[in-house]
């Protein structure tokens, strides 16, 4: 189920696209990363249909064919977006879920102190610097470079730019285009994010896919340091992005430890 959501900030109003992935259970926020809301909905589908979940994907503003305002540049702007979607939906005892760039959406949304969210998990998240170990220049990279990168096994995951349409096209070229601004100056991480992680009280995951080379797992190490009690599960066999890779793996670590940190787990039914 698709709906479009008006939400209005100090900074301005916006419309935020969001799909739906079932109608009973704990509820998920789910962020998707610079590939765009197709690299998460078939998961959030996944879980909505093995578990008791309400699975909520919106698409940042600019992708996958959605309106961006000129004001909506940064990432912590866009944490404030979704802080004041969780009002508007009326959520609790959310489980916040991001991926890469929506990784670091989480994290900043975390670092806001909503006590709409009971538990974060950050997988294979950009956003902070730390030394010695650069995150990817994905721009650079053509899509078989990044496919290298991003994956275990490339070869299951191959792209043909040449097997899309014009719309496709577009659309992506959109989706690169909202990410650069995303991005901002300081390609992919924000230097001042680390110390606010400091003010964290959400129960953290932070899981990485031991065979991502667009930002390497000590990079999510030194997330999980940064954020006070939070937990790193290491995760083999899998990439930068386990949702879309390793599905079936990574789906009882998200929920297992969403479902840890619910505040209303003994009225839900068991799975």
Do not use: C
């Not at 508007?88 to 991001?98: I, N, S």
């Not at 000590?218 to 006070?228: C, E, L, N, T, V």
Request: proline residues 7%; aromatic residues 8%; negative net charge.
């Amino acid at each position: 189920m698709t709906s479009t959501h008006a939400l209005t900030l100090e900074q301005g109003t916006l419309g935020v696209t969001v799909e739906q992935s079932g109608d009973r259970g704990h509820p998920f926020l789910l962020l998707h990363g610079g590939g765009g809301p197709q690299t998460v909905l078939p998961f959030a589908g996944l879980l909505a249909e093995q578990r008791p979940a309400r699975v909520f994907t919106p698409f940042h503003p600019g992708f996958g064919g959605s309106a961006r305002p000129e004001w909506l540049t940064d990432v912590a702007t866009l944490a404030q977006v979704y802080a004041r979607l969780l009002d508007v939906l009326d959520l609790r005892d959310v489980a916040v879920v991001g991926n890469s760039i929506g990784g670091w959406i989480a994290a900043e949304l975390a670092a806001l102190g909503s006590d709409r969210i009971s538990s974060v998990t950050l997988v294979n998240a950009v956003g902070i610097r730390v030394g010695g170990h650069p995150i990817a220049d994905t721009f650079s990279l053509t899509p078989v470079e990044l496919s290298r990168l991003s994956f275990h096994d490339p070869a299951k995951f191959r792209f043909d730019p040449g097997a899309l349409d014009d719309g496709q096209r577009a659309v992506l070229a959109a989706n690169r285009a909202a990410l650069e601004v995303y991005a901002g100056a300081y390609a992919m991480a924000d230097p001042t994010l680390s110390g606010r992680l400091a003010k964290v009280d959400h129960p953290t995951l932070v899981a990485w896919g031991a065979s991502d080379q667009v930002v390497d797992a000590d990079y999510g190490r030194a997330y999980a340091r940064a954020i006070p009690g939070a937990e790193f599960r290491l995760l083999e066999g899998t990439g930068h992005m386990p949702q879309v890779e390793t599905p079936d793996q990574f789906l009882p670590v998200v929920w297992d430890f969403a479902d840890a940190h619910a505040t209303d787990r003994l009225d839900r039914p068991r799975h």
